[in-house]
C-alpha cells in the first residue's frame, strides 16, 4: 500500500508562491512516476505535473512557465514549484504515484492539501 501526504498548502495573494511538499513511502516511491492533480467544487481532478522516475516532465499548458515539479530521490519526496500563482490556481491539490508515458496514469492518492488565491 503506498501512503502520501501532502503539505504546504495555504493562502497566498495573486502573483506569490507557495511550495507544496508530498512525502512517498519508501518502498515504492524510486518506481513511481509521481504528478500533482488539482480540483475544485463540482469538477473533476485535473492533471497539473508530472515527473517519471527518469525525471521527465509533463505539464498543464495552465501553469507552464509558472509551476515547476520536482522529486529527490533520497527524500522519497515529490516537491511542486508554483510561482506567478493566479485566483483561478485556488484548488485542493493532490499528490499522485502511478505511471507516465505521454500522459499520467494516475494510480495512488494522497488526502489533499488547500491552496487558496486571492486577488
Known amino acids: 500500500q503506498v501512503q502520501l501526504v501532502e503539505s504546504g498548502g495555504g493562502l497566498v495573494q495573486t502573483g506569490g508562491s507557495l511550495r507544496l511538499s508530498c512525502a512517498a513511502s519508501?518502498?515504492?516511491?524510486?518506481?513511481?512516476?509521481m504528478a500533482w492533480y488539482r480540483q475544485t467544487p463540482g469538477n473533476s481532478r485535473e492533471l497539473v505535473a508530472g515527473?517519471?522516475?527518469?525525471?521527465?516532465?509533463i505539464y498543464a499548458d495552465s501553469v507552464k512557465g509558472r509551476f515547476t515539479i520536482s522529486r529527490d530521490n533520497a527524500k522519497n519526496t515529490v516537491y511542486l514549484q508554483m510561482n506567478g500563482l493566479k485566483p483561478e490556481d485556488t484548488a485542493v491539490y493532490y499528490c499522485?504515484?502511478?505511471?507516465?508515458?505521454?500522459?499520467?496514469?494516475?494510480?495512488?492518492w494522497g488526502q489533499g492539501t488547500q491552496v487558496t488565491v486571492s486577488s
Open positions: 515527473i517519471s522516475s527518469d525525471r521527465r516532465t
Open positions: 499522485n504515484a502511478g505511471s507516465m508515458g505521454t500522459s499520467f496514469y494516475p494510480n495512488y
Open positions: 519508501e518502498s515504492t516511491f524510486l518506481i513511481h512516476a
